[in-house]
Nanobody
Framework: VQLQASGGGLVQVGGSLRLSCVAS????????LGWFRQAPGKEREFVAA????????YYANSVRGRFTISRDNAKNTAYLQMNSLKPEDTATYLC???????????????????WGQGTQVTVSS
């Protein structure tokens, strides 16, 4: 199983980025997808998640209304559209997959089976 995250970069405050997570080696349409982030010296934190069908989405309070998670099961790809970026959004963003429905909830990183390598997002002020 591989999860390849991309789309990060350097952006100014208020700017936008769209991250992609391409999956291979798994039944993508049967997996929930989550985005997490980790800044230097900080713990990993939940950002957003989407159910296997795409019918349910979940967001951290810090990004709700600014970020949008989506998926295209035909392309084995999940997206994270990030708007109105702030300096505190600076982090390495990682995507993760969970088969079915995470029993402990979408917000818990330990519920996810596979992780990508991450893509760096830097928001400059």
């Amino acid at each position: 199983v591989q999860l390849q995250a991309s789309g990060g970069g350097l952006v100014q405050v208020g700017g936008s980025l769209r991250l992609s997570c391409v999956a291979s080696g798994l039944s993508f349409s049967s997996n929930a997808l989550g985005w997490f982030r980790q800044a230097p010296g900080k713990e990993r934190e939940f950002v957003a998640a989407i159910s296997w069908s795409g019918g349910s989405t979940y967001y951290a309070n810090s990004v709700r209304g600014r970020f949008t998670i989506s998926r295209d099961n035909a392309k084995n790809t999940a997206y994270l559209q990030m708007n109105s970026l702030k300096p505190e959004d600076t982090a390495t963003y990682l995507c993760a997959s969970n088969y079915g429905v995470p029993s402990g909830g979408y917000y818990e990183g330990n519920e996810y089976d596979y992780w990508g390598q991450g893509t760096q997002v830097t928001v400059s002020s």
